[in-house]
């Protein structure tokens, strides 16, 4: 358009340089991606360096950081040093290569500093790619708009130029600055959209040690209902039997919470990396207001976590787990002895050690058979006592 090569009979705001050359490349573009590609890592810094979460959040800090862009974008606007052809002066050159070289080095200092962690979802690879495409973009750019500052006579020249830009500016730059390292789970699911998933936990994808379905070697202990339950979750059967009881409650975040608390104590304390995508996993996924999973934890100990000092930190989790544990304590053991789950449970306990009538004698049950019923009841049985089910009276803090 620029040399008449392609002819409108009419003029529209799109076709203005400043809408491309100003606007799409920069804040919309190259500034958009390097900015999203130097927030995730002062993500990473703070969270494996510093080892707290970050003290502003992604959605804040990015237009914060884009800010020069866009300031820089609307004084060109406003300057308008674009002639004809989209051609800027050569006295303009220098300030919008400094602004494109500064963060291209404000993303190698993040990325240096944070080198010498063993990322187990390869964001250091992601990110020193990113500074690799960058800086070859900035390069290319560069050359091309030189060669259209000095030979703005040859039209083929100008054509190839400004091709080269927009491969170089957006599709090579999109390509690798498209995937997200501040998920690291997420983004390994996500690249596998068609192709079954390789993780269905984190525990999984961090390697930690039975972590995932049940094995048919799990052993399923004799079961004493006057045993706490902190001892009797430690049982992994068990522990997805009541899970399942407590979900289908519509109160089952507090029993998630604490498999995932449990997955991440099998971490070594000396392995703080790994303790660290564990904690920052549980912190999103049941801690933050608004969670997908959030958990029914007073504010004080929600706050102690969100702000501490130390996301490898032993008892991270300790205060939540306290109270979490009270609450089902008080809202569920008690229908999950009554409900269809355990009489279940009771039956898989049965059969694996060979003996159908023991174990039960003197044990006090209430009439109840289940806590679900209809559709929603797993095992597809009729229940001879109707009424019965979970009892939602003490739920509601759930």
Known sequence: MSINFLKFEKSHWWQSCYVWAVWIEGPLGFGLLLSCRIAQAFQLHHIFVKRQLPPIRSYFFLPLILLPWVAGAAFVHVKRPLNDRCHM????????????????????????????????????????????????SIGIWFAAFISNEIRDDIWWLQVASRILLLITA?????????????????????????????????????????SGLLLQI?????????????????????????????????????????????????????DPVRRIYMARHIIEKYIVAGASMEVNISYRTRQEILTTTNLAHPDLFNN?????????????????????????????????????QESMAGWNFSPRLSSVRGADDPFHQEHVLKGFGCDNRDLDTQ
């Open 320 to 356: 939540a787990l306290n109270e979490l544990m009270q609450l089902m304590k008080t809202n569920l053991v008690k229908d999950y002895w009554s409900s269809m789950f355990f009489i279940k449970f009771k039956e898989a306990n049965m059969r694996f050690n060979g003996h159908e």
């Open 89 to 136: 002066g050569t006295h303009w050159i220098v300030p919008v290569v400094c602004l494109h070289t500064i963060y291209v080095a404000a993303l190698v200092g993040f990325t240096w500093a944070i080198r010498h962690i063993e990322f187990r979802f390869n964001e250091l690879k992601d990110l020193w790619q990113g500074i690799l495409v960058s800086s070859l």
């Open 170 to 210: 957006s599709v090579l730059v999109l390509f690798f600055f498209s995937i997200s390292s501040s998920q690291p789970l997420l983004s390994q699911i996500s690249l596998r959209k068609r192709e079954p998933l390789e993780f269905q936990t984190m525990g999984q994808a961090l390697g930690i040690p039975d």
């Open 218 to 270: 799990d052993s399923v202990p004799v079961i004493d209902p006057n045993e706490p339950l902190d001892k009797l979750l430690l049982n992994k059967r068990f522990r997805q039997s009541f899970m399942a009881f407590a979900d289908s409650c519509l109160a089952g975040e507090s029993v998630h919470f604490y498999n995932e608390v449990h997955e991440h104590d099998k971490i070594p304390v000396d």
